[in-house]
């Protein structure tokens, strides 16, 4: 006889709606997981880069040193790609680049993302390159939470082969990531909270190679090689030995600047302190050997980061739920390598300071009526405003160009707010073997710019020593006939322009505000709408083939200020005419 038993087992099904396409259609690109994520080897320099994991993609080819980032996808521009977090931009939306984002984006917040790589149905857009669709975690049932701490240090290397043949120590880079995250319920089975935080604390230190005068140069005497050229140690025809000693089959002339100046005044005053100042040089397989050589150092940098993530589900009811997810934080780079922020030499100021303070939210509801029909609504807002900070001033005047580096560096840097506010909205209607979706992204993007760059000039003044402008003649200032007039001439005449303060030209970009021409910055506040509608079809005719079918329209409208001083063509262009 059997007999009913007691419920002894619960078997409980979890699941949440799709957060990103899994069914590739005609899209070419892979879906990588909150598993492969956290455990795949991303640790690098700056931080933990999950977008890292594109350069496994098949079509993406990583050509570093490009302005834009270099990492390119069947063959489109590397600035062409584009970075959503939870249907919300996280580009630069005024400069975009590739494998950056405008907040510093870590595995652990990431619950998955997607890379398109090419062939995009009409619902992805907006660029021509790569699609990289992230979606963060959210909280669930269960309370989890995990910590993390990674630690890099040089007394762990050898030291690089370059820096043993300049005789210098290792390259420094200290480095400290950590951080954790926690989720769980708020009330079981309705709302759940998820929390990140992620900090970095790091020095290191680059190679940097200056040029400065020699000994003799400094005081204004200037060496050559008669009938010779100068060249420096380590090359077949050197002048100089490694410590600088001119070799001893080397017939070495000399020149006086000052006692050759025709108008008898002698070595600027302010050229001769800064010549003073500047170190000695401590390797002479660069410059000309005799009068210039170079002054290698390793100067520090450091990075400091934090981001925090916060998101808050909640289950409205069977057929409606919300989620607001916020990410900010912080990123600063002093003396920034990136951008050569280095002192121009030891004990003076970073050169760039780069600062940023990153800001993204998402408000996303999700309404599901029936099982055939489901409508995301998503409204947010990314916030960038990096500021390239430098030693500057509107009254001092800035060095140009010069036979050797200088510590007259007061430019002025950029720095810009880059918002943009977003509403996008997907409608998905599921009909036998059509799968149909309609939507719409509106953005609305302000960029508010401050530059030191005044129409291809600099705010502050700045000089140059241009011999094609203040002419040297070699007559007239008594340069010696056996002096090599290929190389060594026109390094003389710099070099006496420089030390007799013989200006060439002096540059400066000035601002029209109200109808005068002031020293200033450049301020411009622009705004500049973009539209998108979509409707598309994927449509499974059999088993074994799916077709796509889409419209996709975008609108990309003329800029806008408040001041009304950008001119937009608005009229028809012509070619040619009549006679």
């Not at 007259?408 to 707010?417: E, I, K, L």
Request: overall charge neutral; proline content about 5%.
């Amino acid at each position: 006889k059997l007999e009913v038993g007691a419920i002894a087992d619960k078997v409980e099904v979890q699941a949440s709606a799709e957060v990103v396409q899994t069914g590739t259609s005609g899209n070419y690109g892979n879906l990588v997981s909150e598993q492969a994520v956290q455990d795949l080897p991303i640790v690098g320099t700056r931080g933990r880069n999950p977008l890292d994991l594109i350069y496994m993609q098949p079509g993406v080819v990583n050509g570093n040193g490009m302005t834009g980032g270099g990492v390119f996808v069947h063959g489109a521009r590397d600035r062409a790609w584009n970075y959503t977090l939870d249907g919300i931009d996280v580009n630069d939306s005024s400069q975009g680049g590739s494998n950056t984002t405008s907040f510093r984006v870590n595995p652990d917040m990431l619950d998955e993302f997607r890379v398109l790589t090419g062939n995009g149905t009409a619902e992805y857009g907006r660029n021509s390159g790569g699609q990289v669709a992230m979606v963060t975690r959210s909280g669930s049932n269960a309370f989890h939470g995990d910590g993390f701490w990674f630690y890099r240090t040089p007394r762990l290397n050898a030291n690089e082969w370059q820096n043993n043949l300049a005789g210098v120590g290792k390259a420094q880079l200290q480095q400290n990531i950590f951080g954790g995250d926690i989720g769980g319920p708020v009330i079981k089975n309705k709302t759940f909270f998820y929390f990140e935080i992620q900090a970095l604390r790091a020095r290191s230190s680059t190679l940097t190679t200056r040029t400065v005068f020699t000994a003799t140069a400094r005081q204004g005497i200037l060496r050559y090689v008669k009938g010779g050229r100068n060249q420096p140690a380590g090359t077949a025809a050197a002048s100089v030995d490694a410590n600088g000693n001119p070799l001893p089959n080397v017939n070495i002339g000399t020149y006086n600047v000052a006692n050759s100046d025709p108008q008898h005044i002698g070595l600027d005053a302010s050229i001769l302190t800064e010549m003073k100042n500047e170190p000695l040089p401590n390797n002479f397989q660069g410059g000309d050997g005799l009068n210039t050589a170079s002054f290698l150092f390793t100067p520090l940098a450091s990075e400091r980061q934090h981001d925090q993530t916060i998101k808050i589900d909640q289950v409205i009811n069977t057929r409606n739920t919300v989620y607001g997810r916020l990410v900010w934080g912080r990123d600063n780079s002093n003396c920034d390598i990136t951008n050569t922020g280095q002192p121009v030499f030891p004990g003076g100021p970073c050169l760039v300071n780069t600062l940023r303070g990153p800001r993204n939210f998402a408000v996303n509801w999700r309404f599901t009526p029936s099982a055939h029909v489901t409508n995301e609504f998503v409204v947010g807002e990314n916030r960038y405003d990096p500021i390239f900070g430098q030693p500057s001033s509107l009254e001092k005047v800035s060095i140009a160009t010069a036979p050797v580096d200088t510590t007259w560096q007061y430019y002025f840097g950029n720095q810009r707010v880059v918002s943009t506010w977003q509403f996008v909205d997907n409608l998905a209607y599921f009909r036998g073997a059509h799968a149909f979706k309609f939507g719409f992204n509106l953005r609305r993007v302000r960029e508010e710019d401050q530059r030191g760059s005044v129409a291809g000039l600099n705010a502050s003044e700045e000089v140059n020593f241009d011999t094609g402008i203040n002419t040297v003649d070699p007559t007239t200032f008594g340069i010696p006939s056996d002096l090599n007039t290929t190389y060594d001439r026109p390094n003389f005449q710099s070099d006496i322009n420089f030390m007799l303060g013989r200006v060439g030209q002096i540059d400066r970009g000035f601002v029209n505000q109200g109808g005068q021409w002031t020293k200033s910055t450049f301020q411009f506040d622009t705004r500049y709408p973009e539209y998108e509608f979509y409707g598309q079809d994927t449509w499974k005719v059999r088993p074994n083939l799916t077709v796509d079918l889409g419209l996709r329209w975008e609108l990309r409208l003329s800029p806008s200020t408040p001041a009304n001083n950008i001119l937009i063509p608005n009229q028809p262009v012509v070619a040619g005419g009549k006679s």
